[in-house]
């Protein structure tokens, strides 16, 4: 089993920075694409951020230029660095990761717990 544990979460006000840590661990044999999800109360889960092994990124428009994903691969962690935070960043953040147990096995998604992002004055 996979565990994805978050961290660096909490109350900021607007233009503030907060930065996000997803550390993996477990039967862990190799990770592809790490990810950043949200979501925020009535909304639909958002795709904020991705990174591949060999570090090619993407994020969604709303936070280009202020969100850089990161990732370590030989500490099998990623990062999530949020610069100019707004309100309507509040959400609750969740990282994921494709992980493989065995150089034969299949890619499996794991999930996060979550963690809170409050931007509020």
């Known amino acids: 089993q996979v565990q994805l544990v978050e961290s660096g979460g909490g109350l900021v006000q607007p233009g503030g920075s907060l930065r996000l840590s997803c550390a993996a661990s477990?039967?862990?044999?190799?990770?592809?694409?790490m990810c950043w999800y949200r979501q925020s109360p009535g909304k639909q889960r958002e795709l904020v951020a991705s990174?591949?092994?060999?570090?090619?990124?993407n994020c969604v428009d709303s936070v280009k230029g202020r969100f850089t994903i990161s990732r370590d691969n030989a500490k099998n962690t990623g990062w999530l660095q949020m610069n100019s935070l707004k309100p309507e960043d509040t959400a609750v953040y969740y990282c994921?990761?494709?992980?493989?147990?065995?150089?034969?096995?299949?890619?499996?998604?794991?999930w996060g717990q979550g963690t809170q992002v409050t931007v509020s004055s």
């Open positions: 994921t990761a494709d992980v493989r147990s065995g150089p034969r096995t299949w890619w499996v998604k794991f």
């Open positions: 477990g039967s862990i044999f190799d990770i592809n694409t």
């Open positions: 990174i591949t092994s060999g570090g090619s990124t």
